[in-house]
């Protein structure tokens, strides 16, 4: 990246502190910056998944790009109907295809109701993968690696606090007796590790205010070295 | 005085926080940066490789989260490159590839690498960033083939070099994932992991860290590098200095300014509840 | 049948989802990869929605000269200077090389902005430990003693304070030693509990008890 105060280097040191000036007070300078990032972020999304995903996944496998540039040497799945007579199962991105112009009827609102095919889609997919997948990762592989021998401090720890930590979550039955003392030491762990999330958040935030002060003072302002 | 201590305007804060953040900047103090045991994990594993091995590296952040994950991605390019491991980079996030060619410009722009730069479809491919999160890696447990038919550049995949040879996970001799959120590092140990059994160390902003530390002693992840100071960390085992380092003195200013607000905020609660 | 086709797909989908998992063979291994084929695509039209659901909510405003229409007009201007560049001023699939137009909005542009609008967060965070963060019982000072050990001992000023203590007792060890044992069973708890929640609301979707991602009529 260049360094210095060049043209390129002030546009984005004039965006980044037309967000920071909002510190002060909400401002138009502001206001401008946030409505061009949104703007920004949109088309970004918009044009990266055409040529990354779209165009690639989509109209190249059926081999409508091919019709309209000599881009990709490659038959698609209309070539290789139309040209050698035989059936590819590309010509399935069809139905993707159609699903994804579904999803598009949203925006309008007389057929939005079509757009719940393809979430239903999503939905079935997601539903899916993750009932086996949640399970297997994050409560069965977890489950067995607490499984420990109380032979060190941090092994005691880790199977109270764990088992304490799922008694807490436990709210078919009232927290008393034993129950609510172990919910007790379950709340302790738990607040020690939203503390620690805490710490760490300070310290991701900080980093990356960090990286835009270095921009500003290093590669706009050539301050720092 | 206390009182007006409680009802001060933030902006006033808002300035002690810059300035914590700032004049650190024009100082030049060596700090010592400790070793965690999951970074090391991720050095070990690095080291443990042979030349020509294959690592998959997943961009999954976007420039927000830059200042935490760049240092990481460029340490560990730097010592993929040096120890002629072959880097296969893709993206959950489509700004993840971008941010993959912007480490490759820096790794170039290293007077190490003057004579022996990277090359594309020798030392490294970018296969670009594809939609479907988790599906993508579904995806590519089948077929890297199927889920990137074109690379970054627009050229099918199958016609890279690199590419020979390499279909799905098992020809993959270990991945490193970057991630700054979903999809991400809880993905790849999803999928990539426990159902395809692939060797996977995770480099995480400091928000994300925390979830994904259970992975690590499940052994379902092998390192861990979390935040600025897991770039730091990475940066000294790796030998190649950079800003994870850089920027140590302002986090360590950043953390001091935190308590002491917190512990002025209560002393000055706390004093004027008892009157 | 407005609302039970897409029950019968979410459920057919679902179970192959499922079924595929324990019988990785024909065919459910050729429908899984059909489906997951089809599903990245149908969720870049899924992200095309949303894009162009903004546009349309910006013109809506303009139209109706709603508050604050002037600045739909700039976020339709900031989608239009990326979108046009990058379709037809970029040099096609290869919109990404460093120098096109693409590029150098993407460096200079949406970059700094979506950098700059995280970063801000640091400021928030220190005035709120500031005025909200109170050590009212003993589970906050537990929380805030946890915040303390943690956020000194993840920078090298931690140890120079610690210097005086035994090896293996600085910042940094107690730091790691908190990350590792009681944070991890903490947030093995939390993701133990999620796991199974996921589990069982998978169950609802799929078996189309639970409906309100469907929306009314």
């Known amino acids: 990246m260049e360094t210095g105060f060049t043209f390129t280097n002030t546009l984005a040191a004039i965006l980044t502190i037309g967000i920071i000036s909002f510190l002060w007070r909400d401002n138009p300078l502001y206001k401008v910056c946030e409505a061009l990032f949104v703007g920004v972020s949109a088309g970004y999304w918009f044009v990266s998944l055409w040529y990354q ?69 999503i939905i079935g997919t ?17 489950l067995k690696s607490t499984v420990l021998p109380f032979t060190t401090v941090g092994n005691i720890v880790m199977v109270v606090g764990t088992i304490c930590g799922l008694v807490y979550f436990y709210f078919s039955k009232e927290h008393k007796g034993a129950l609510g003392g172990a919910a007790k030491i379950g709340t302790w762990f738990l607040m020690i590790t939203f503390g620690a999330s805490f710490g760490y958040t300070v310290m991701s935030r900080m980093s990356l205010l960090i990286g835009r002060f270095d921009f500003l003072f290093s590669t706009w302002l050539g301050l720092v070295k | 005085m206390f009182d007006k201590l409680l009802k001060i305007d933030r902006r006033i804060i808002f300035i002690f926080v810059a300035l914590a953040l700032i004049v650190p900047m024009f100082l030049t103090i060596t700090q010592h940066i400790s070793v965690s045991p999951e970074v090391q994990i991720i050095y070990d594993t690095l080291k443990g490789l042979q030349p020509g091995s294959k690592v998959l590296m997943a961009f999954d952040y976007d420039p927000p989260s830059a200042p935490e994950l760049q240092p990481m991605a460029v340490a560990i390019l730097k010592y993929c490159f040096k120890n002629n491991l072959k880097v296969y980079i893709i993206g959950l996030w489509p700004q993840g590839p971008m941010q993959a060619n912007m480490a490759i410009d820096n790794v170039i722009s290293d007077p190490t690498f003057k004579d022996n730069p990277p090359i594309y479809d020798k030392d490294y491919v970018n296969l670009g960033f594809m939609s479907g999160n988790e599906l993508v890696i579904q995806g590519m447990g089948s077929s890297f083939l199927h889920t990137f038919p074109r690379d970054y550049l627009g050229k099918p995949t199958h016609q890279l070099e690199m590419m020979k040879g390499v279909n799905n996970f098992s020809n993959i001799d270990f991945i490193v994932n970057l991630s700054a959120g979903y999809p991400g590092t809880v993905e790849w140990v999803l999928f990539a992991v426990d159902r395809f059994h692939a060797k996977l160390a995770a480099g995480n902003t400091a928000v994300q860290a925390p979830q994904v530390y259970p992975y690590v002693h499940a052994g379902q992840l092998s390192g861990l590098a979390g935040g600025l100071k897991g770039a730091a960390e990475l940066e000294k085992l790796v030998g190649f200095y950079g800003k994870g380092t850089k920027f140590m003195l302002s986090q360590s200013f950043a953390h001091m300014i935190v308590i002491v607000f917190i512990i002025v905020g209560n002393a000055a609660y706390f004093i004027t509840r008892k009157k | 049948m407005r609302r039970e086709i897409p029950l019968i797909i979410t459920a057919i989908v679902g179970f192959t989802y499922i079924i595929q998992f324990f019988v990785p063979h024909w065919p459910f291994n050729i429908l899984e990869g059909l489906l997951t084929s089809w599903m990245l695509i149908i969720f870049a039209f899924a992200i095309w929605l949303g894009a162009l659901n903004l546009l349309k909510v910006s013109l809506d405003k303009i139209s109706k000269r709603s508050r604050d229409w002037p600045y739909a007009i700039i976020t339709i201007a900031g989608f239009l200077m990326i979108a046009i560049p990058g379709f037809l001023f970029s040099g096609g699939r290869r919109f990404q090389d460093p120098g096109t137009a693409f590029d150098y909005i993407y460096q200079n542009v949406y970059s700094p902005l979506s950098s700059t609008m995280f970063a801000m967060l640091a400021f928030y965070v220190a005035s709120a430990s500031y005025r909200a963060f109170r050590a009212r019982t003993k589970e906050a000072t537990l929380l805030l003693l946890a915040a303390f050990f943690v956020m000194l001992g993840r920078v090298p000023i931690g140890d120079v304070l610690s210097s005086f203590l035994p090896e293996g007792f600085r910042m940094s060890q107690m730091a790691d030693w908190i990350m590792n044992y009681p944070q991890t069973a903490g947030q093995r708890a939390i993701m133990i509990g999620i796991a199974l929640g996921i589990v069982s609301t998978s169950l609802r979707l799929i078996l189309g008890i639970e409906r309100s991602h469907l929306g009314g009529e």
């Not at chain 1, 050698?84 to 579904?102: E, N, P």
């Not at chain 1, 086996?132 to 994050?138: E, P, W």
């Open chain 1, 126 to 142: 997601t539903s899916g993968l993750y009932f086996t997948t949640y399970f297997q990762s994050n409560a069965m592989a977890q």
């Open chain 1, 53 to 121: 995903n779209l165009l690639p996944q989509l109209f190249d496998n059926l081999g409508i790009s091919q019709l309209f540039s000599s881009g990709s040497a490659e038959d698609g799945a209309l070539q290789v109907l139309f040209k050698q007579g035989r059936f590819d199962d590309r010509l399935f991105y069809l139905v993707a295809g159609l699903l994804g112009l579904m999803m598009l009827m949203r925006l309008i609102p007389n057929l939005g109701w079509i757009s719940r095919w393809p979430l239903g889609f």
